[in-house]
C-alpha cells in the first residue's frame, strides 16, 4: 500500500508564497465579524466556514434570510439562491446534481437541503469536484490515470452515492454506501470499479454507525486487517472508512465487479480527516501485489485533486475548485484585517512560513499570468496523533 497523497501536486508561479503549513485560527471576535461563528466548530470547520461565506460574498451570492435555516451561520445560501443552483460551480453540474437526487438509488441518503443550501457540506463538494468528470469522461480519465496509474486506463462512467447492496445481508446489511463510484477499465483491460468517499470540514468525531453482528461477521470474511478485533476500527474517526472498505471488498468478492479500489480524499490542511486516513491504513494487512482480488486504499489530498485536473487541462474547473475550498490564505488575510485592520502585512506575508521548506500544493493562480506547472515532490501532511488539534 503507498502512503503518498498524491502523484502529483504543483505550485503555483515562482515567487508566489508558501502553503500554509496549518489552519489559520479564526478566534469567535472574527467569525462573530463574519458572521460565521458556531460553538461546535472544530478549527479547521471555522476557517472552511469563513472560506465558503468568503466565496459566496465573490459571487454576490445572498446567505440565509433571517427566518431560514441556518441564517445565523452566513454559510447557509438564501432559498432563491439555492433553488438557481448557486451553490455549485456551473449549471450544468447544478442540473447533474438534479438528475441525480431525482434518479437517486432506493434509500440513498442524499440530503436535498445539505445538497443544495448547505456550502460547507461534502455533499455539494462532491458534485462540484466530480460533476465536471461525470460530464467528461475524457477528462476523468485523465485526472484518474494521474492519481491511479497502476489501476486505471479510462474511466467509462461515475455515479454518485452508490452501494452495491443496500441492505444486502451478503454485504452489511445497513445502508452503508460511497460518495462516488468511478467506472474504469484497468490497464490489464479488466472492468473495476474505483469507490471513493469525500470529507471537507468534517471532524471526524462521528457518530459511529450502530453496530452489527454483521460487521463482526464481514471483517473476518474480508481478511483486510491485521486484527478484525481491533478497537480503533470501532472508533468515530476511523469505522466508517472500515465499512466502506468492507462493502468495496464484498462487491469483489460477490462478483459484483472483478476489481475496485477504495480511496479517501480531503484537504491537505484538515489534519483528523488526513490522520484518521493514515490511522486506518496502518490497520491493514499488507497486500500481494499478485492478488488482484483484494481492494486497495489510497487516499489524496483534495488539492492533489484538483491539481490532476488542471493537469488534464482543465484549468478553470480547477480553479474553480481551489478558490472556493482550498485557499485558506484567505482566511489569514481576512482575519488579520479584523484584528490588525492598520498593519500592512503585504510585504511580509505570514513570516513565520519564511525559511521552512514550502509543502507541495497549490497555490492561487495569478489573474495577469499563467501559473507554472512545475510538478513538486509530494509531503506527508500531519502526523496522526495530530488528529485531535484540527
Known amino acids: 500500500m503507498s502512503t503518498k497523497t ?8 515562482k515567487g508566489a508564497p508558501p502553503p500554509l503549513l496549518r489552519t489559520p485560527f479564526v478566534s469567535d471576535t472574527v467569525a462573530k465579524h463574519y458572521d460565521s461563528h458556531c460553538m461546535i466548530d472544530s478549527r479547521f470547520r471555522r476557517a472552511a466556514r469563513l472560506l465558503q461565506i468568503l466565496w459566496m460574498r465573490d459571487q454576490s451570492i445572498p446567505n440565509a434570510a433571517e427566518e431560514e435555516r441556518g441564517a445565523h451561520l452566513g454559510s447557509y445560501l438564501r432559498a432563491d439562491a439555492a433553488e438557481d443552483g448557486l451553490n455549485f460551480i456551473s449549471p450544468q453540474v447544478h442540473l447533474l446534481a438534479l438528475r441525480e437526487l431525482l434518479l437517486r438509488e432506493e434509500d440513498a441518503a442524499i440530503d436535498e437541503d445539505r445538497l443544495i443550501t448547505n456550502t460547507l457540506s461534502s455533499m455539494p463538494l462532491v458534485f462540484n469536484a466530480f460533476g465536471p468528470l461525470a460530464l467528461d469522461t475524457k477528462l476523468a480519465t485523465s485526472v484518474f490515470r494521474q492519481l491511479l496509474p497502476d489501476f486505471v486506463h479510462s474511466v467509462e462512467g461515475i455515479a454518485f452515492e452508490h452501494s452495491p447492496g443496500r441492505r444486502d445481508e451478503r454485504f452489511l446489511a445497513d445502508r452503508s454506501a460511497f460518495d ?3 467506472y474504469v477499465v484497468t490497464p490489464e483491460g479488466e472492468l473495476g470499479i474505483v469507490y471513493c468517499e469525500v470529507k ?4 471526524m468525531a462521528g457518530p459511529c454507525a450502530r453496530w452489527r453482528d454483521r460487521y463482526d461477521e464481514a471483517l473476518q470474511e474480508v481478511a483486510l486487517y ?10 468515530p ?3 466508517q472508512l472500515m465499512r466502506e472498505h468492507m462493502l468495496a471488498q464484498l462487491a469483489v468478492d460477490h462478483r459484483i465487479t472483478p476489481r475496485a479500489m477504495f480511496i479517501a480524499i480531503g484537504p491537505r490542511l484538515n489534519r483528523r480527516a488526513q490522520a484518521a486516513f493514515r490511522v ?7 497486500v500481494d501485489d499478485s492478488d488482484s482480488t483484494r481492494v486497495r486504499f489510497q487516499h489524496f489530498t483534495l488539492e492533489a485533486f484538483i491539481d490532476a485536473i ?3 487541462g482543465d484549468q478553470e474547473i480547477a480553479d474553480k475548485l481551489w478558490t472556493r475550498y482550498c485557499d485558506f490564505r484567505r482566511v489569514y488575510d481576512a482575519a488579520m484585517a479584523v484584528i490588525a485592520p492598520r498593519a500592512d ?5 505570514i513570516s513565520a512560513s519564511e525559511n521552512i521548506p514550502a509543502e507541495s500544493g497549490r497555490q492561487k493562480a495569478s489573474p495577469r499570468g499563467k501559473r507554472s506547472t512545475r510538478r513538486t515532490p509530494t509531503a506527508q501532511n500531519s502526523e496522526p496523533m495530530e488528529a485531535a488539534h484540527g
Do not use: Q
Not at 471537507?200 to 471532524?203: A, F, H, I, T
Not at 491485521?226 to 472508533?235: C, F, I, V
Not at 502585512?345 to 506575508?349: F, G
Open 180 to 182: 462516488v463510484a468511478i
Open 310 to 312: 488542471d493537469v488534464a
Open 200 to 203: 471537507y470540514s468534517e471532524d
Open 226 to 235: 491485521k486484527n478484525p478485533d481491533s478497537a480503533m476500527l470501532r472508533t
Open 6 to 13: 498524491s502523484s502529483s501536486e504543483r505550485s503555483s508561479r
Open 345 to 349: 502585512d503585504s510585504s511580509n506575508s
Open 280 to 286: 486506518y491504513e496502518k490497520e491493514l494487512l499488507p
Open 237 to 239: 474517526p476511523i469505522e
